[in-house]
């Protein structure tokens, strides 16, 4: 059966891509933005090592949500696929994912530091620290290593009794950050969010050594205003049926 084309999905997943470069977030060919329909049971993601701006919806890859299949395309799928396809797998609340090696954001993974929550604009996206992921080791390298990193992503979080909605993103050690969210758009605009927070902790921590994370009240009232049943930030969204993750960015 041949896979369906998915147009809308195609559409918003080439521009969620095309948002990263917009945004300063990837250079050369590094990163990738996927989307997903979960009723056609299909992951788009960005075909291997295609420069972005050659990139043409069509050319990105139809891939099996349960087994990573290649659906449709004579491409090669992102070679962080599996990465993706463990996410969507675990957190059925999310529709997109997105990675880049965006500087700032990278710079901490780098520094196997998780980006504590100074101010508002961190609470607006996150509910409390980006957490860094541990050094995955020589033998999950050597293995399923793609795989392996997006099953690092859930240790963590389920370490930290994290959902994916409150936290929406993390930092792989050594590596750079994935975000994640309802849809292709919405993961976009988180990892544009994590680079802007990374960068203001840096800029924060070089004037202040000693900064003190955002009062816990402060960050509540900020995170919560945008997500879950009482947000009550920007205009009311239209219904939708991809809204499978209410309360997601
Ligand atoms: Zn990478």
Known sequence: MPAPSLPELREQVWRANQAL????LVTLSFGNA????????VLLIKPSGVPYDQLRPEQLVAVSLT???VLEGDLRPSSDTPT???LYQRYPEIGGVVHTHSTAATAWAQAG?????LGTTHADHFHGAVPVTRQLLESEVSGEYERETGAVIIETLERLGLSATEMPGALVASHGPFTWGRDAQAAADNAVALELVAAMA???FALNPEAEPIAGYLAERHFRRKHGPDAYYGQSP???SSDV???LK
């Open 21 to 24: 470069v917009r945004s300063g």
């Open 34 to 41: 996927s989307g997903v329909d979960r009723e056609a049971g």
């Open 67 to 69: 087994d990573g299949r």
């Open 84 to 86: 993706h396809l463990l």
């Open 113 to 117: 530091r998780s980006i504590p929550p």
């Open 202 to 204: 840096t800029q924060t």
């Open 238 to 240: 239209k219904p939708r």
């Open 245 to 247: 993750g209410r309360g």
